[in-house]
């Protein structure tokens, strides 16, 4: 009998805040570790951890941000959205509540990106997800 194969869940955080120029930035941080680019903060979900939970502490480890979640925004699932398995995420909105930006956990850097600034190599499906994101605020 074959044992069933799922999907690895994860959750990915679309940091709304300002930036440098003074028009809404995004957060974004640089990978450590492969596959490397610029990503949204973001990471597996812990066993017995609620989507809203993950979402918190994962922008927390990659951003040092606490932040507060305005919405879910949308899942995406595509089975080759990441090269080393079948993962599907959870993107919310936030908005950072407190701290200072600075990369940790498995971030290298740690950024704010404005729409027509975004960094050129970008990690997973996320440059589609930005996208999505930015034709459906206006």
Same mark, same amino acid.
């Given at each position: 009998? @074959?044992?069933?194969?799922?999907?690895?869940?994860?959750?990915?955080?679309?940091?709304?805040? $300002? =930036?440098?120029?003074?028009?809404?930035?995004?957060?974004?941080?640089?990978?450590? @570790? +492969?596959?490397?680019?610029?990503?949204? +903060? $973001?990471?597996?979900?812990? &066993?017995?951890?609620?989507?809203?939970?993950?979402?918190?502490?994962?922008?927390?480890?990659?951003?040092?941000? %606490?932040?507060?979640?305005?919405?879910?925004?949308?899942?995406? =699932?595509?089975?080759?959205?990441?090269?080393?398995?079948? @993962?599907?995420?959870?993107?919310?909105?936030?908005? +950072?509540?407190?701290?200072?930006?600075?990369?940790? /956990?498995?971030?290298?850097?740690? $950024?704010?990106?404005?729409? @027509?600034?975004?960094?050129?190599?970008?990690?997973? /499906?996320?440059? %589609?997800?930005?996208? /999505? &994101?930015?034709?459906?605020?206006?």
């Amino acid at each position: 009998m @074959n044992t069933p194969r799922n999907p690895y869940l994860t959750v990915d955080v679309i940091i709304e805040c $300002g =930036s440098e120029t003074g028009e809404t930035g995004i957060v974004m941080i640089e990978r450590k @570790n +492969p596959p490397h680019g610029w990503a949204l +903060p $973001g990471g597996f979900v812990d &066993y017995r951890e609620s989507l809203e939970t993950a979402a918190i502490r994962e922008a927390r480890e990659e951003t040092s941000l %606490d932040v507060e979640l305005i919405r879910q925004f949308h899942a995406f =699932s595509d089975p080759g959205r990441d090269e080393r398995q079948h @993962n599907v995420t959870v993107v919310f909105i936030a908005r +950072p509540l407190g701290g200072v930006l600075k990369a940790r /956990d498995d971030a290298k850097r740690a $950024g704010v990106f404005c729409e @027509n600034a975004l960094p050129a190599e970008i990690a997973f /499906d996320h440059a %589609d997800i930005l996208s /999505d &994101y930015f034709s459906k605020k206006y």
